[in-house]
């Protein structure tokens, strides 16, 4: 596997046979004003696959799936979970995606349906796609602007343990919505656990579609996600820049203007479980280090207590 932190020359990767797919990238069904139509349009210019990985939604997918797509077409879907991270999930058939949809995350939706979901923390997500055909990557890993929305933040927050790392495939190791350091940490951490990798946009306007690629040798869908699973894959692409970072964050979040009091609630329950755990957190390492201070001490005192018998 490798990582390469520029600009990928889709001419040069059309050529070479490679398939090269976004792997993180948004449409009008959740939280961008991408239609589906112009994201497979752009996609055949480009010569380049795309993973549909909206917010707990798959409505994007289900218009298109009895059509023949002009590009390969990854059947995702981003999980935002009740404790924090964003967990991307790609189902080999777009089928088990729907049945999983409809039994699973269909019933934790929220008003704002592309925010965090009832009572599906990290783990219980892992625990329910256990046994079924797909590939996860935690999304992000590092978080977006110091939020829990990645894993792997989470892990070194101590809200998580390491083994839910381990649980998973892949991490996403370059999305151009991160920087530059906290895609390098989510690369040291995927190498650590000993993950495959992921690279995608997170795009949210059309224009991105394809600026992250993850390319394997695969011919099909099914061969390119066991790719990502069995670590076969490279990655190509850069971060956006400020002002389209900023471009996106304001095209998304005028969506989320339209669900305002239920994003609010949302965005606030997480802050408050955060800030619990940041004082559970605390609390905990105040006992550890009251308790390593009291046996210090009573371990003192029967020194100075043997020295007196002398």
């Known amino acids: 596997m490798d990582v390469r932190f520029e600009r990928p020359d889709w001419g040069a990767i059309r050529e070479s046979g ?11 069904c959740s939280d961008s ?4 139509d112009s994201a497979l349009k752009l996609a055949e210019e480009r010569g380049v696959g795309l993973a549909v990985t909206d917010h707990n939604l798959i409505s994007s997918l289900v218009r298109i799936k009895d059509r023949r797509t002009p590009v390969p077409v990854v059947p995702g879907m981003e999980v935002s979970t009740s404790d924090g991270p964003h967990v991307l999930v790609y ?11 409809y039994h699973e995350i269909r019933p934790r939706l929220q008003e704002c349906p592309w925010l965090a979901l009832r009572d ?7 625990d329910m796609l256990e046994g079924e055909s797909c590939v996860v990557s ?4 590092m978080g977006y602007f110091g939020t829990n929305k990645g894993v792997e933040i989470c892990i070194r927050k101590g809200y998580l343990k390491e083994d839910v790392a381990r649980r998973l495939d892949a991490y996403e190791v370059l ?4 920087t530059r350091e906290s895609n390098r940490e989510a690369l040291a951490s995927a190498k650590r656990y000993g993950l495959g990798f992921t690279g995608g946009t997170d795009g949210h306007t059309l224009g991105e579609l394809g600026n992250v690629l993850t390319m394997s040798e695969a ?17 190509v692409g850069l971060e956006k820049s400020i002002p389209k970072k ?7 979040l005028s969506k989320f203007v339209m669900h305002s009091p239920s994003a609010i609630y949302v965005q606030t329950n997480q802050a408050v479980m955060s800030a619990d755990r940041g004082a559970r957190k605390a609390a905990e390492t105040v006992r550890e280090k009251t308790s390593d201070l009291i046996g210090t001490a009573a371990e003192i005192e029967a020194r100075i207590r043997e020295l007196g018998k002398r």
């Open 219 to 235: 011919s099909d869908v099914g061969t390119f996600l066991e790719d990502v699973a069995q670590h076969r894959v490279n990655i």
């Open 18 to 28: 490679m398939m090269a797919v976004d792997m993180h990238f948004h449409t009008s």
């Open 120 to 126: 599906c923390p990290t783990e219980r997500l892992l």
């Open 138 to 141: 935690a999304a992000h890993p």
């Open 33 to 36: 004003f991408t239609d589906i």
């Open 175 to 178: 999305c151009s919505g991160m």
């Open 91 to 101: 189902f080999y058939d777009l089928r088990d995606l729907e049945r999983f949809w």
């Open 246 to 252: 900023v471009h996106m964050a304001s095209a998304s």
